[in-house]
């Protein structure tokens, strides 16, 4: 299904170390403008993505935790470039950036 698949655990680098994003982008020959983040863990993968100048889709799945009720918070300061509360929103919104 997917060409490139890239396993933190075998390039030895986890996010939210930026490199990894890096790595993907060498992997696919893109710019960073030309990629699309998607996650819904927003404080340690959208904001290390955003900060690399690529695009960012928060998958807020409407899970109620501590923990998700401080990614809304968060959310407010470093805005994710969309939001959706289902995977089957992604492909509109991409084809929309």
Do not use: H
């Amino acid at each position: 299904m997917f060409d490139i698949i890239i396993v933190s655990s075998k390039i030895r680098v986890r996010k939210p170390n930026a490199e990894i994003f890096y790595i993907a982008l060498k992997q696919f020959s893109i710019r960073p403008g030309e990629a699309v983040f998607i996650s819904d863990d927003f404080s340690s993968d959208l904001i290390c993505a955003k900060g690399c100048e690529i695009k960012t889709i928060w998958l807020d799945n409407g899970i109620k935790n501590k923990r998700k009720r401080k990614e809304k918070e968060i959310a407010r300061l470093f805005q994710p470039d969309a939001t959706v509360k289902n995977l089957t929103e992604i492909i509109p919104i991409i084809r929309k950036m």
